[in-house]
Nanobody, 118 residues
Framework: QVQLVESGGGLVQAGGSLRLSCAAS????????MGWYRQAPGKQRELVAT???????NYADSVKGRFTISRDNAKNTVYLQMNSLKPEDTAVYYC????????????WGQGTQVTVSS
């Protein structure tokens, strides 16, 4: 089992910045990916950014150039630096951990609210 605890959400004005953190604990997998997803009211959950154990990153087109995902393996933590925030970035942001050993093991955090005011 992997437990994920997100923090760093809050209310910010458009153009501002926030940094989300996701601390992982429990059993880890050598081959893994961590990522951030978000879900706005009335919309499906969507990918924001992911980073693999090999440090490959992937971003949604809507956040490229504004958001940066990174990880600190010593702290078992993944971060999402969000700059130039827009009202449409408002959503609950979820951390996800996927580990691969013969099959994919999939874990989610409880979510943290990000609200961007115009």
């Amino acid at each position: 089992q992997v437990q994920l605890v997100e923090s760093g959400g809050g209310l910010v004005q458009a153009g501002g910045s926030l940094r989300l953190s996701c601390a992982a604990s429990g059993r880890f997998f050598a081959i893994n990916a961590m990522g951030w997803y978000r879900q706005a009211p009335g919309k499906q959950r969507e990918l924001v950014a992911t980073i693999t154990s090999g440090d490959s990153t992937n971003y949604a087109d809507s956040v490229k150039g504004r958001f940066t995902i990174s990880r600190d393996n010593a702290k078992n933590t993944v971060y999402l630096q969000m700059n130039s925030l827009k009202p449409e970035d408002t959503a609950v942001y979820y951390c996800r951990y996927q580990g691969l050993v013969l099959q994919v093991y999939d874990y989610w955090g409880q979510g943290t609210q990000v609200t961007v005011s115009s």
